[in-house]
């Protein structure tokens, strides 16, 4: 099969034939039609990222769309033919989506959405996982409450805000100016993120706060959502890795969560429950209640070096995906 293999940190990837993977116990062996490129991607291709770090020579991708060509021992949730998607590898040592196939856990995957392609399929799995581990099973989202989503224009944060408004929450969301048209498309009140805390915090919540607040951004957006969450609301970050000042959290007797997407594949634990949350995805794109935006750009394996410049030089518009579809 072809592949994209990059074989020195930094360095370019380079198009090669390599033995086509078989499947092991637990494991399915999919033919990958679409490779989605996050930015910790090209963060892994740099070896900047301590925390999720991939030996070389490596082939890289951690989000995948695809049919399953064969099966493994002892599965039996799947069938030959299935249309399915995950996050799956491309970290930890685990082959990932940028080559014609790849041999994966059975438990990281779900049956693909109905009436999503396959490019759209492979822009969900880490940008919804990240999402819903942090709003439900972290931050208990429910009906009513008033829900802050740091970055709602993102990745992660345009699924945040249609999980938190499936939920039945009120939802504002930060960006900058240029996309408070998609932000406000998707059903959030938006809100400027150059306007200081204090003041959108009186001006939308009469200066208690809200109830819940994601932020997808880090560094001094942290900061500021421990000024902005009311008296025992919850906090949640999928970028808390720097240092923070908790007493403005603790004055308000609220509480504050992590999300580390990574950690079943690094750990193996709780694999499973990642496709039971993709299977909620598929429930709320089937629902009419999710879409998921994607460049309009399309990659080849002989281009993913254009598609990871497109992510560090910040011209992405959307998800970035690559087309794999092997012969």
Do not use: C
């Not at 959405?113 to 799995?125: I, N, S, V």
Request: net charge negative; hydrophobic share 45%.
């Amino acid at each position: 099969m072809k592949a994209a293999l990059l074989e020195i940190y930094g360095g370019p990837f380079r198009i090669t034939d390599i033995a086509r993977p078989q499947p092991g116990e637990g494991q399915v062996l999919v033919r990958i039609h679409a490779s989605g490129v996050n930015p910790l991607d090209t963060k892994i291709r740099a070896g900047v990222a301590d925390h999720a770090r991939h030996p070389l020579p490596a082939i890289l991708g951690m989000d995948l769309a695809g049919t399953v060509a064969s099966l493994g021992p002892g599965i039996t949730r799947f069938h030959v033919g299935d249309e399915v998607y995950g996050m799956t590898g491309g970290v930890g040592g685990h082959q990932g989506s940028l080559a014609e196939y790849a041999a994966v856990d059975a438990d990281l995957l779900a049956l693909k959405p109905a009436g999503l392609t396959m490019r759209e399929a492979a822009a969900l799995p880490l940008i919804f996982i990240t999402a819903w581990e942090g709003l439900v099973d972290r931050a208990h989202v429910s009906a009513g409450q008033a829900a802050l989503i740091h970055g709602g224009g993102g990745g992660v944060g345009h699924v945040a805000i249609q999980i938190a408004k499936a939920f039945g929450a009120e939802v504002f969301a930060t960006d900058s100016e240029p996309k408070r048209a998609f932000v406000e498309r998707l059903g959030a009140a938006f809100i400027d993120r150059a306007e200081p805390v204090t003041d959108y915090v009186g001006r939308l919540t009469a200066g208690k706060g809200f109830d819940l607040i994601y932020d997808t951004v880090g560094g001094p957006t942290l900061d500021g959502s421990f000024e902005a969450v009311r008296r025992f609301g919850h906090v949640v970050s999928a970028l808390g890795w720097g240092t923070h000042a908790l007493a403005p959290l603790s004055f308000r007797a609220a509480t504050y969560s992590g999300v580390f997407t990574l950690l079943p594949l690094l750990t193996g634990e709780g694999r499973a429950h990642h496709g039971e949350i993709l299977e909620e995805a598929r429930r709320l794109v089937e629902g009419g209640r999710l879409v998921v935006n994607v460049d309009p750009r399309r990659f080849t394996l002989g281009t993913v070096e254009d598609a990871h410049r497109a992510i560090t030089e910040h011209t992405a518009q959307g998800k970035i995906v690559v087309d794999v579809v092997s012969g």
